[in-house]
């Protein structure tokens, strides 16, 4: 089946850095997006999420960016902090349906 | 935000016995709830969908009656892992979904589970 793709698997930043982490969709009958935080031995954490008839969303020091012409979807994590560092899913879904999830992004933030 | 709740959050146990795995949703209504595997460095891997009242949802190669899933309430599902055995360790983390129109997932803690 499609699936959620990310084209960095690691991303290192130094404290203070803004990160950008990205993910690739294939579904195009994707209409709903959601970015994930996952720490070690934790479950998934719920960042932000966006529809596709937005194309930027803001939070407090995150944004996410929805390039529904390239199938693109990124988070933007502002002045980024140590506790930061985790595992960042991009997740996608056609209506009212089952999530599909990327791969994930580490994301290790240096002090 | 939502929360939801598993219990345990680990467990350890000998090969050929069976482990429940509970799901909460505390602050909401649940109509569906998710079970996911998760690998060492690995992304979610979802086993079965979960409607309150029925009869779960098995995705392909997830065998149902290795991985018993219960929702009988709109707060409360569980798994259960039947004779388990060392390929069934791993990070088992439920989801649940409110029943009104919104889409997000919220996810438990998880649930480790090492077969002895």
């Known amino acids: 089946g499609e699936s959620v793709g990310l084209h960095l698997p690691t991303l290192s930043v130094q404290e203070g850095d803004n990160s950008i982490i990205n993910c690739a969709y294939s579904n195009s009958a994707s209409d709903y997006f959601i970015w994930y935080k996952q720490e070690s031995g934790k479950g998934p954490q719920f960042i932000i999420d966006i529809r596709s008839n937005m194309d930027k969303r803001q939070g407090q020091r995150v944004t996410v960016l929805l390039n529904k012409t390239v199938k693109h979807l990124s988070l933007q994590i502002a002045a980024t902090q140590p506790g930061d560092s985790a595992v960042y899913f991009c997740?996608?879904?056609?209506?009212?349906?089952?999530?599909?999830f990327g791969k994930g992004t580490m994301l290790l933030v240096s002090p | 935000g939502a929360v939801v709740s598993q219990h345990p959050s680990w467990v350890i146990c000998k090969s050929g016995t069976s482990v429940k795995i509970e799901c909460r949703s505390l602050?909401?209504?649940?109509?569906?709830m998710f079970w996911y595997r998760q690998f060492p460095k690995q992304s979610l891997m979802l086993m079965a969908t979960?409607?309150?009242?029925?009869?779960?949802?098995?995705e392909q190669g997830v065998e149902k009656d290795k991985f018993l899933i219960n929702h009988a309430s709109l707060t409360l599902s569980t798994l259960t892992v039947t004779s388990a055995h060392p390929e069934d360790s791993s990070f088992y983390i439920c989801?649940?979904?409110?029943?009104?129109?919104?889409?997000?997932?919220?996810f438990g803690p998880g649930t480790r589970l090492l077969v002895l």
């Open positions: 979960s409607n309150e009242g029925s009869k779960a949802t098995y």
């Open positions: 997740a996608e879904t056609p209506g009212y349906s089952t999530l599909t």
């Open positions: 602050d909401f209504q649940a109509t569906t």
């Open positions: 989801s649940a979904r409110g029943s009104g129109l919104e889409e997000t997932q919220y």
